[in-house]
């Protein structure tokens, strides 16, 4: 990248323009000439150049950065892929401690972006104004994906889903068109479906869904420009659903004008058949191909509908092409779903595919925590972990035993304790107990290899053999309360430094390999039962 093509926040110094170690005035030019060396020129072209210049200062010996961003979306990415790197950055530059903020921007404040923001063909990061538009357009615009508007919000407006008021579509409008909502809801609504209560503020991140919640961040700030379709699988109660509403729910905010639908796959079947009944495929199309997101769940009840695909196929077309983005969830990845036309399935994979995994024990503790945190009661940390430790099969379950403890705890006037939540727990950690063992999973998947359970115990190594047997050391450390000296001792005495080998290697690979991924998942769900 050369000098002339950064901002004037970010240009080289000349040689002749040196400037010492404690000149404030350059400290922010100078820390991203040296970020654009150390970042690739498309990461650097993307977050850091549009920045506006810093505001730098000195209070009581100690400098203060001051970073303004446009919307919260990158105010979200660069807080946690660039901040820490900045501040080590300006420290070292600074020779003294300095204090860095990022912070959203006042909208009327924030300047028009200086020209060329990115190279030939580059998707821009955030929906930034032209520096001719209107303080009008500006308004609506609104800070970013996470933003709410600047309107006080009138009254909540149900929009008809399904032909009926009041359904789960309900959105807040800003005062000035709330006088409006009827007649577009009679006409045709902007918003249907969404959830307004799943956001990404109340969504936890963990390794399970960091790359789905990061691919959705992308998606929330440059809504038809990345990762378009964006197809999201796993199994269920995982918080597909959750991240799909966040992503619409962050481009509403965003954009108030914003035509967006959330949809069960089973609706998009009943409107097909019934616009099939009645032959009025211009309102099938008059609803779907005219959308700036499709929220579009469960995909693979699509199966064996030809009709139904033919129609989504056409949809899907046609929102491409206009730039509207689509978000897909599935419980298995585009390959691996049945009895879907193959041009369909492959437009799925055309995009992005992200598998959400089932959360591991820091995140299912820190989403009880959270979940409880909203009911306004303290958990207690042991508390949480225990519970944690039980419930490992999804979100949902983990939060229907939270409720369960916390109206135990309530009802028989309680502390939260250890004790309190086994005695609410019981039943669910009877059931548990009983049906996973560490015999249950060799025998299931012994069965699912076709190898021999024994085999489980041997000493063999061959491929075919070792690999089912870490597969199950793998599910026998997730799935129980196992150690790893006693599942070695279950796999024919073998040492805990094996048992640990296998877990981690096939849980690095599980990440990468979609095969395994699907077939580990098909496990799972056979020994949960």
């Not at 506006?52 to 009581?60: E, I, M, N, T, Y």
């Not at 446009?70 to 530059?93: C, H, K, V």
């Not at 006042?106 to 030939?120: D, K």
Request: aromatic share 6%; net charge neutral; glycine share 6%.
């Amino acid at each position: 990248m050369s000098a002339a093509e950064l901002p004037a926040s970010s240009r080289p110094l000349a040689a002749d323009a040196a400037v010492s170690p404690h000149d404030t005035a350059s400290l922010w030019q100078r820390a991203c000439e040296r970020l654009a060396m150390e970042l690739p020129e498309q990461q650097f072209n993307t977050w850091i150049r549009p920045l506006p210049p810093a505001d730098v200062g000195l209070a009581d010996g100690v400098t203060s950065v001051c970073v303004r961003v446009p919307n919260r979306f990158m105010l979200d990415w660069i807080r946690t892929q660039y901040s820490a790197r900045l501040e080590g950055i300006l420290t070292e530059l600074q020779g003294g401690e300095v204090r860095m903020d990022i912070a959203l921007a006042p909208r009327a404040a924030m300047p028009a972006p200086t020209q060329p923001l990115r190279p030939p063909g580059m998707a821009m990061p955030s929906r930034a104004l032209p520096p001719n538009a209107q303080a009008g357009q500006a308004a609506q615009t609104g800070q970013g994906a996470y933003a709410a508007p600047a309107q006080p919000y009138a009254q909540p407006v149900a929009y008809p889903q399904n032909g009926v008021m009041g359904g789960p579509g309900v959105v807040n409008l800003p005062q000035h068109q709330a006088s409006e909502a009827p007649h577009r809801a009679r006409s045709q609504p902007q918003v249907m479906g969404l959830n307004p209560a799943l956001t990404f503020d109340n969504l936890v991140p963990g390794r399970a869904n960091q790359m789905a919640r990061t691919a959705a961040l992308h998606v929330a700030g440059a809504p038809g420009q990345m990762y378009n379709p964006l197809f999201i699988y796993g199994g269920v109660g995982l918080g597909k659903t959750h991240l799909m509403n966040a992503v619409g729910n962050a481009l509403l905010a965003d954009k108030p004008d914003a035509r967006i639908l959330y949809l069960h796959a089973e609706q998009f079947i009943s409107d097909v058949v019934k616009n099939y009944q009645r032959k009025t495929f211009d309102e099938l199309k008059a609803k779907y191909h005219q959308l700036d997101l499709l929220l579009i769940d469960d995909v693979q009840f699509f199966a064996g509908k030809d009709r139904t695909q033919e129609e989504f196929f056409n949809a899907f077309e046609a929102l491409l092409a206009k730039k509207a983005h689509i978000i897909m969830t599935s419980d298995t990845y585009p390959k691996g779903l049945a009895n879907i036309d193959e041009r369909l399935t492959s437009r799925f994979d055309s995009g992005l595919t992200v598998a959400i995994e089932p959360p591991e024990l820091e995140m299912r503790v820190a989403i009880l925590i959270k979940k409880a945190a909203l009911e306004a009661i303290d958990m207690p940390e042991d508390v949480a972990f225990f519970v944690a430790k039980n419930v490992r099969a999804n979100v949902r379950e983990l939060e229907g035993a939270l409720r369960k403890v916390l109206a135990f705890a309530k009802f028989s006037h309680k502390e939260i304790t250890i004790a309190l939540a086994r005695e609410a727990l019981k039943d669910l950690l009877s059931i548990q107990n009983r049906q996973i063992s560490v015999e249950n999973i060799q025998k299931t998947v012994a069965d699912f290899y076709k190898i021999k359970v024994a085999d489980m115990y041997s000493k063999k190594r061959p491929a075919s053999i070792a690999r089912p047997r870490q597969i199950a050391m793998y599910l026998a450390k997730e799935l129980t309360q196992k150690s790893l000296p006693e599942i070695g001792e279950l796999f024919g005495g073998r040492d805990h430094t094996t048992v640990l080998h296998a877990v981690r290697k096939i849980m690095g690979e599980r990440g990468k390999d979609s095969e395994l991924n699907q077939q580990l998942h098909v496990l799972e769900q056979t020994l949960k039962g």
